[in-house]
């Protein structure tokens, strides 16, 4: 299939992503949270039990996938073919992880191109038909962070990896993280996102990536976690909306959030807002990763065995998470649940 047919396929009306793509350090602290043994095993189990879900087509386009999760096998078929079973889309994280930037005062650079090429190919012999690759920032004002240094590096290399998905007839998914941690306001985190973006493009632009062919999978414009401002969803959704109506040429199909710490609620209420004021060409979706399986986890470690319960509340959070991305969630529906 066309990459563009792909991406839009991926942002379809109602339809967002599943981000079960943990690398196996961050599923262990997942599981370890709710007191589950880290094995294989269970890793599957778990996120297998979200991919069966009965009603998961109804809101989910596409699943990024762990390399693990990718070889995994379920009473021998594959995790692609159970997933392409039920219209959703394969996916893979092919970045190696934010190590450090050398000589930085602690910034990251994520790391994954050498023999990207290679393992593009293997993957998409695999079933994915999209990537992902995230790159992470922070902001410091103290010291003056994100540096301009780390930007440029950061987006390069998802101009680089971009042009290699697109290469392989993937989508790249173009994932540029600003951290919320920190006592910023809103406005810094406006203005950080801005630069970052813009960076993003201008590199995109240099490697030849057909931006119809991509998903930009950004942060909201949010206050600092640490700031005790508590977030106001049309303020959010308003700066959201204006900062990548400046900064994302218009060709691209589809934004798909991350969720960056957001409980489930807020990621829910704040997409649903910038849907309401959406006045622009662009699919607003989801890509959640916390904010899609917080509770059915929670749920899972009540009892491993409770398919149905687990079920259950995942699908809950896709059905919310699917009526914001087209702004018609409301609180009512939530206590209805
Ligand atoms: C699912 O978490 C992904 C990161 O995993 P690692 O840190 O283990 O590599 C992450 O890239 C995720 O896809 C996005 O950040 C969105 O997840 P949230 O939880 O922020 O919605």
């Known amino acids: 299939m066309d990459i563009k047919k792909i991406a839009k396929q991926m942002v379809a009306k109602g339809k967002g992503i599943l981000a079960a793509d943990e690398s196996t350090g961050t599923m262990t602290k997942r599981l370890q949270s709710v007191n589950v043994e880290s094995t294989s095993e269970n890793r599957l189990n778990f996120r297998n039990t979200l991919f069966s879900s009965p009603k998961i087509s109804d ?36 970045d190696k992880g934010a190590k450090k930037l050398a000589l930085s005062k602690d910034e990251t650079i994520t790391e994954g191109l050498d023999g990207l090429r290679e393992r593009l190919k293997e993957y998409y012999e695999l079933g994915a038909r999209f990537a992902k690759w995230r790159a992470v920032y922070k902001i410091s004002e103290k010291d003056n962070l994100p540096s301009k240094e780390s930007i440029k590096a950061n987006s390069h290399a998802l101009g680089r990896y971009s042009a290699l998905v697109q290469e392989a007839n993937m989508v790249p998914i173009v994932e540029p993280e600003l951290l919320m941690d920190g006592k910023h306001n809103i406005n810094v985190c406006n203005d950080v996102t801005s630069m970052i973006l813009e960076e993003t493009f201008y590199q995109l632009a240099n490697n030849n990536v057909d931006v119809e062919g991509i998903v930009l999978k950004p942060n909201m414009i949010l206050n600092g976690s640490e ?32 969720s960056g710490g957001q409980s489930e609620f807020e990621a829910t209420m704040n997409l649903n807002e910038i849907n309401k004021v959406n006045d ?30 687990v079920q259950h509340a995942f699908e809950e959070r896709a059905k919310m998470n699917s009526l914001a991305a087209k702004g018609k969630w409301n609180k009512e529906l939530e206590k209805a649940a």
């Open 227 to 258: 700031s005790n401002t508590k977030n106001n969803p049309s303020e959010v959704a308003k700066l959201t909306l204006n900062c990548l109506k400046k900064n994302v040429p218009s060709g691209v199909p589809g934004i798909a959030f991350l």
């Open 59 to 94: 809101y989910i386009s596409g699943v990024i996938l762990f390399d693990e999760t990718i070889r995994q096998k379920v009473s021998g078929k594959s995790i692609s073919e159970i997933l392409n079973e039920r219209n959703i889309l394969p996916g893979i994280k092919v």
């Open 280 to 309: 622009s060409k662009f699919a607003f979706t989801f890509s959640y990763g916390r904010a899609l399986q917080q509770s059915a986890l929670k749920t899972w470690a009540k009892d491993l065995k409770d398919t149905k319960s």
